[in-house]
């Protein structure tokens, strides 16, 4: 007997084959109906035996696409229509709001790899080969349905041999939005109109040259790893004084040949995401000894644009130098004549090509931790996709916080984090969020109702406030935020002991916090303790140079002879007492005294400087720990800095290791969080903040939670630091926005 059946999936099932996928399936159960893309998913229609329905739908949910993730499938009996003989693959439907989701973009695929690298093939040597399975997608949306006239690549028109491809169900680019080849693809070009633009850019970096590179969303700056020299002249351009360089090397295996690399972070570096990677540098490193300087770790990835695949295949190079295309604090370039402009005096070369870039978008970084991979920047590979939220979100629109800046779209019961936009310090970062926000708005067809930001009234966020017509801004304290990203993450809803550590937020008595025991919902917390208040001589100054904070937390609890002679490198103002001075109970800033008390860092030139080489340094078969324990005042538990640093300068006095006095530091913060939850009969807790991207804290601290019987919650689909604001503050607003709403309905009744 004949059944028809009206299905609709929803999703990511747009850009990742999943129209091909269901004319394949139904032809293979001898089904006539058709597919069509529309503003909320995939729509079905399909007519056969009941057999071959039934199996066709069992099909549809166990069998999808790699790159497809169905969230929702509805599937409802209707009458059969004689007037359809065969399956066919319609027109998009358009009209509604988009409710599609988004899909990613992802690294080169096998085939189209040996495709590409085949003389005998077509696309051999075709920088923007792409089939179903892989290529671009975030990058080149420009509106949805995802048709190729909503995206950059509408600038190209298909020619006879590509547009078979794309009407022939049998071939992995049948409906592939971004299919091209040589004769009517994208094209290389040199900023100088040379001939030949691959060769002539790999004998530039051959050379020791420095190259921009136009790829996926945005640029990079380029040189050889090995090339200390071009190294050096990359930071000296680029004003980078320390902050590691990312490397890009040929594949997995010539990876193994620069750190040690972990079966979990060769699966990472295989993945189709492709992020960068944080490892284990060997001991002799390969690479040129300015590429990561201070730390004991690289930032690995390998090539995931048929472009890279092409630099290293035909340049015959192990690794290159991979950093963002940029002026230090402005947003990537990606835009020809921009990167042109502001990246003139720092690259010898540019590879340019002229696929439009609609969406700008770094390369993503993973460091695993405790065996499981921890985002530290979400972007590449990752965004957009969608995060759970345990309540209606819809209208709902999240700013994030100043340092490491996302946005956050709620529609319906889901989150839309942006990428990693940046340090709002600037009018172009801004811009970049306006842009970033304005799109991701477009493309999921969200109409704002209410904005959601931290309570810092200095926040550039400000800016972007609409005036007037919407409900009243929602400001959320900082350090709330973490915890409920943390807990909606993990989709847990009851209170919940939270420890956040990081930098500076501020707090909800005016003071800057960053070293919080908090008691977490999601719709609020309650502050249990803190670290001990730590001066900040200078202010953001003493963030710079971490010795201020060792002095002054020091003076008048130790000798001022003995204070000078270990920090000799303070200069006297360094050493002068300033009125005014804020205070902070951040943990972010304890790491950075301790740092410059063993005289590892002294001057930060970068964000997480001095933790990061403070890490560098331990001896992680020290199993000691300073005896200091943390203590109830008023009420409040207070993790006791300053007489932990009184210790730790006596151990630096009585000879001991720095190896030995780091890694004991970190084991004294882990043993402070277990012994805390320990007080509080904790059965769960909650990691949260910059702080836990600290490879030795987050284990040493989970290992001691969990030798307690508690079970840790921590961040795995975002970044423990501050991209995970924007998050946490829309869920927040979220969940007291369900309260309100559950009490008129309750005083209605």
Known sequence: MNRAGQIRVEGTVQGVGFRPFVYRLAHQHRLTGWTRNDTRGVDIFIQGAEKDTAAFLEELKSTAPPLARITRLISDEVAPDSTITDFQILESACGEAPMVDIARDTSICFQCLEEMNNPADRRFGHPFINCTNCGPRYTIIQKLPYDRPGTTMADFEMCAACRKEYEDPSTRRFHAQPVSCPDCGPQLSLGEGLDDPLETTIAALRAGKIVAVKGLGGFHLCCCADNEEAVQQLRCRKGREARPFALMVRDAKTASQFAEVSPKEAELLESIERPIVVVQALEKKRCAPSVAPGVNTLGIMLPYTPLHALLFSRGGFDALVMTSGNVSGLPLCKDNNEAMGLLKGMADVFLLHDRAIQTRLDDSIVRVLGGEPVLLRRARGYVPAPLPAPFDVDGLVALGGIMKSTVCVGRGQTAYVSQYIGTLENIETLEHMEATLNHLMEVLG??????????????????????????????????????????????????????????????????LWGG????????????????????????????????????????????????????YWLSSNDRKPLPNQPRTSSIGRLFDAVSALLNVCHEQTYEGQAAMELEAIVDPNVTGHYEVEPVKEDGLWLLPGKALLIQIFQALENGEERSAIAAKFHRTLARWIAAVARQESATRVGLSGGCFQNRLLFEWTRSALEEQGVEVLVHRRLSPGDECISYGQLITAGARRANRKNKEMNACV
């Open 446 to 511: 969200v109409d704002p109702m209410t904005y959601v930001l931290d309570r810092h009234p200095g926040g550039f966020q400000n800016y972007l406030l609409p005036k007037g017509g919407l409900n009243e801004p929602v400001r959320i304290q900082h350090h709330h935020a973490h915890a409920a990203a943390c807990l909606a993450e993990n989709e847990v809803r009851e209170p919940t002991l939270c420890f956040v550590f990081d930098g500076l937020g501020l707090g909800d008595d005016g003071t």
């Open 516 to 567: 919080e025991i908090l008691m977490s919902d999601l719709c609020g917390s309650r502050r249990l303790g803190h670290l001990e208040l730590l001066d900040l001589p200078g202010g953001d100054a003493a963030t710079r140079y971490p010795g201020r904070i060792a002095y002054a937390a020091l003076s008048g609890l130790v000798s001022n002879a003995d204070l000078n002679r270990v920090l």
